[in-house]
């Protein structure tokens, strides 16, 4: 960067990527630049790019950046002084502390108690200091995965949603006895939410991102937020049931912060692989630092009214209908397999899944009126219930991913077993009937 003539700044130390997203508007730099493997195996290690508003990049940056990077023919070309860039004190860390304040209701409760995992990543230092300032009581940390480590040595994959990545964090919940458990993704961008739950293996459960994401809405909308609410294509549709009967605006945009950031009037956003981006003003992206201090201050609030996460959920359900979601996932080493499934409902798209009819299929790389084109598919069905499903390759892992959401009516509390039993039936039938479509 200084051999091209620009000025650099470098942060003091391995730091959460919502720290660079505020710095660089904090700074007023015009772009900045995260070394991570993020929630990714270790050789994944990249680069995430973010512009001077503070978002990350969107097309056709990112093609105009890997066109320069491929016209470089070796790094002997690139001129490289010695030295010329600075490095930073911890004024920025600071300042984004400090603002962390604004997500939360002065005087609001701060009584839930939490088991905390950075999962061998750079949320610890940044966490902790958020719950001092916010009188939080101290996180009962997973000692294991506390500290940095490039080898993310205990889990196959650092990512809350994998199999397996949260057990220690269960077992350290299970000696404690906390309200909830709390983990971010190694860049700390992401945040998982763990609740009690004695019908779950080992007594805890984690939460969907969907229900994050709704429990966040809801939270936000009691403290009388205003501004859109938007989210991804992919994610559930309860936000904008949600923001509808709170009078609020709502959006949809395609998959990643890099769209949900760009929506004018943002007030919060969320993506259902656990991003949550709680206060735009001060970081426009996901934040898991924030999105933890928002959580733990709800779970404070239920907590004083002797209710829980759980109870909150079933209230949405029942006002909203219960919108169970899903995914379908598959990990490849042929990377043809993706585009051979992608092909093929292409070819011979379904006309029903899970005795539900598809209404409407859209190809989403020519776009719609709200949406730039993706890669994707999209399904709405209808019959006895009303669904959803998006088809899509992943954009940062070797995945084919499918979404999928089943809307259930509820009439009260008394039918929400029932209304959880036919919405795991129905999500399991689509499944089965999308991966024979697919030829997976």
């Known amino acids: 960067m200084t051999g091209a ?8 130390r391995p730091l959460p990527t919502p720290v660079l997203a505020y710095a660089i508007r904090h700074l007023g730099a015009v772009a900045g630049v995260e070394v991570t493997a993020s929630h ?9 790019v973010y512009l001077g508003d503070g978002s990350q990049i969107v097309p ?12 470089v023919r070796s790094l002997h070309d690139v001129p490289r002084p010695e030295d010329g860039w600075e490095t930073l004190g911890d004024e920025v860390l600071t300042a984004y502390l400090e603002r962390t304040d604004a997500v939360l209701t002065p005087g609001s409760p701060r009584t839930a108690r939490t088991v905390y995992t950075a999962m061998h990543g750079v949320g610890k230092e940044v966490l902790t200091a958020a719950f001092g300032r916010a009188g939080f009581p101290p996180p009962a940390l997973v ?3 506390a500290e940095p480590d490039p080898a993310f040595p205990t889990v196959s994959f650092p990512n809350p949603e994998e199999p397996g990545a949260m057990d220690l964090a269960f077992e350290a919940a299970r000696a404690v006895d906390p309200d909830i458990v709390i983990a971010n993704d190694p860049d700390a961008d992401r945040c998982a939410v763990a609740v009690p739950d004695a019908d779950a293996e080992g007594g805890w459960r984690m939460l969907r991102g969907d229900e994050v994401g709704a429990l966040l809405a809801a939270h936000l909308v009691h403290k009388g937020a205003t501004g859109v609410f938007a989210e991804s294509i992919v994610s559930s549709s309860l936000l904008g049931r949600i923001a509808e009967a709170a009078g609020v605006g709502y959006e949809e945009t395609l998959t990643g912060f890099k769209w949900i950031a760009r929506v004018d009037g943002l007030r919060y956003g969320y993506e259902e692989a656990l991003g949550y981006c709680v206060d735009p003003e001060g970081v426009r992206d996901k934040d898991g630092i924030t999105a933890a201090l928002l959580v733990t201050e709800l779970a404070s609030v239920l907590k004083e009214q002797g209710r829980t996460l759980t109870d909150l959920l079933d209230d949405l359900a029942v006002a909203h209908g219960l919108h169970a979601t899903d995914q379908l996932s598959v990990r490849v080493e042929d990377l ?5 499934a992608m092909a093929a409902l292409r070819e011979r798209p379904p006309v029903r899944l899970a005795g539900l009819t598809v209404v409407s299929a859209e190809d989403l790389t020519k776009g719609t009126e709200s949406l730039p084109p993706t890669d994707g598919l999209r399904y709405h069905l209808e019959g006895a219930y009303k669904a959803r499903v998006i088809v899509r390759p992943s954009g940062t892992e070797p995945k084919l991913k499918c979404y999928l959401e089943v809307v259930v009516p509820v009439g009260d509390a008394s039918e929400l077993a029932a209304a959880r039993a036919t919405g795991a039936e129905v999500l399991a039938a689509i499944k089965r009937d999308l991966s024979e479509a697919a030829g997976l």
Do not use: F, H, M, T
């Open 143 to 145: 000692a294991e995965q």
């Open 336 to 340: 043809s397999i993706i585009a051979n």
């Open 5 to 12: 003539g620009l000025r650099a700044a470098v942060l003091p």
């Open 60 to 71: 056709p940056a990112d093609a105009e950046i890997a066109a320069e990077i491929a016209a």
């Open 40 to 48: 990714n195996p270790p050789r994944d290690n990249g680069y995430k």
